[in-house]
């Protein structure tokens, strides 16, 4: 139960990522001249800018505070900005005011959404270490990728089935409606949340922040950096590669499908959306049965390869792939199917197993945080790419990043397939000691103490 409500959250990033894609197409119709590209941007890019903030501010939060006082947070958050998103409106009437509230509340969004990422995938992380840990990886990736790359399949199914009873001569009802259901999912688990108890790993290992016996109860972020500059340069610098691909042609690829199909048509651009991603989730199966034979970092090297061998077919051969709308679905699909067995699939792992768990919350953070700066970026330059370069550049670029991707990967990121995130922990504190770090160890959060333990053996160490 506690890895299923710390990680189930993550659908709705899934779900607020993707209902754009849609949003997108339907604002283009509604408001041809006042959804320019500037607009569309701005208000894509809203809910990234919130998440950066999110996963930093909150990768220290859960770290200090705890994982359970970070995911509640992050899940009000979401539901506050998705209500807010719902009732968009600009003053007198205004449409650039409500693409401005629109921006606005997307933003709030994504600062929950961003903090649900460190928040709900340490603390799924460190009960998977408990509960199962040979299996660790593949539950792991289940509650957590796999969630997140279903959100995209859900909102483009919610979307269908609301366009069908609204009709497309009901455009406004239909994207307000697609984004009042975004308000559920967040409260789907917070009953859950408030319920689940914090991880013994998390109790035995947390910093504490107060000062205390004359301990200084601070992080000593020299030594953290210093310990894991390595596999931070490789956290950070694939997750920038994977969503400076992965989200613009999650974004906008509705808009590329639209411009293929020569009429443009609403709900067939949604059908051929739903098939995408439909070829794209199968991609995160076979990453979480590969995480352990074939260990994470050459799980995510064969994901990354992907986006060179499909980028570079795609990208050569546009024109004719483009005139067979079938094809170039298959092909945009097993793209972004290769994306999640890599990347999708092991970054947040690899991000949770690489780093201590005192640290672990705030190096999560920071990582996922690059990745949304990437996608931030991707997103920015993608219209500019597409109009002065071509719209098979956009593919060809996915390749370079994928070559790329493979040699971070390849000299940067750390394989920790089947260690005990226990081992670290005592690494990371014998290294404290040995570099003259003074602190106290452990948390007794919520007063919840293993079954077997009494008053005098509260979870705590020195340093």
Known sequence: MTIAAAAF??????????????????????????????????????????????????GLLCDRIGRKAALVTTTLLIVIGAIL???????????????????????????????????????????????VLKQRGPVFIMVTNFVLSFGGPLAVSVFLIVLSAAGENHLPTVWRVCFGIGVLLPLTVFYFRMRMLTTTLFRKGAIKSKLSRGCAGHVPYGLVFKRYWRPLIGTCGAWFLYDFVT??????????????????????????QLLLGAIALPGVFVGALLCNPLGRRNTMILGFSGY?????????????????????????????????????DMLGLVSAESFATPVRGTCYGLSAAIGKTGAAVGTQAFTPIQNNLGKKWTFIIAAICGVTGILVTYFFVPDKTGVDLAVEDEEFL????????????GDDEDGLMDDDSSSNSIAEKKV
């Open 85 to 131: 998103g719902t009732a968009a409106h600009g003053a007198h009437g205004s449409v650039q005011g409500m693409f401005w509230f629109l921006t606005v509340a997307r933003g709030i969004t994504g600062v929950g959404v961003g903090g649900e990422y460190p928040a709900s995938s340490t603390s799924a992380s460190e009960a998977a270490n408990e509960k």
């Open 247 to 272: 989200f613009p042609n999650g974004v906008f690829s509705g808009t590329i499908i639209s411009s293929v199909i020569k009429n443009g048509d609403i709900k067939q651009t949604a059908e051929w």
């Open 308 to 344: 060179l061998v499909f980028g570079l077919i795609i990208g050569c051969a546009y024109e004719k792939i483009t005139g067979i709308i079938p094809l170039f679905v298959i092909f945009y699909g097993l793209m972004q199917s290769f994306g999640n067995l890599g990347p999708g």
């Open 430 to 441: 014998k290294y404290l000691a040995e570099n003259g770090w003074e602190g106290e160890i």
């Open 9 to 58: 959250g993550l659908i709705s990033d899934g779900y607020q990522n993707n209902i754009m894609t849609m949003t997108n197409v339907v604002f283009k119709k509604l408001y041809p001249a006042e959804y320019t590209s500037d607009v569309s941007t701005r208000v894509s890019n809203s809910l990234l800018v919130g998440a950066v903030l999110g996963q930093v501010v909150v």
